[in-house]
């Protein structure tokens, strides 16, 4: 079982929404909770870049490309950390991913999510 599943991409018309989760399946409480995590995406034919953090204390940084439409958030008691995307653009079309920050281990299969009319 992979250390990072990703879930809740697909297909959206621009403007649209969507939620991503990302479950830490083999990261066990007692290091998931003090961890820094992450969002990343990776476009077509482009390097992997970091989104969305938050820490443990709940403090949250964006890219600048997604402050204001993205929100980070994570539930510690479900290993989950959760990326709600609103005014989506073509722009964001991608395979996101979460891992810890820096990141480490082994990467998930990540969630393709494509933005397109």
């Known amino acids: 079982q992979r250390q990072f599943l990703e879930s809740g991409g697909g297909l959206v018309q621009p403007g649209g929404s969507l939620r991503l989760s990302c479950r830490a399946s083999r990261m066990i409480t007692s290091t998931f909770n003090p961890a820094t995590m992450g969002w990343y995406r990776q476009a077509p034919e482009k390097q992997r870049e970091l989104v969305a953090t938050i820490s443990s204390g709940r403090s949250t940084n964006y890219e600048d490309s997604v402050k204001g439409r993205f929100a980070i958030s994570r539930d510690n008691a479900r290993k989950s950390v959760y990326l709600q995307m609103d005014s989506l653009k073509p722009e964001d079309t991608a395979v996101y991913y979460c891992?810890?920050?820096?990141?480490?281990?082994?990467w998930g299969q990540g969630t393709q999510v494509t933005v397109s009319s």
């Open positions: 891992n810890t920050v820096p990141s480490g281990g082994e």
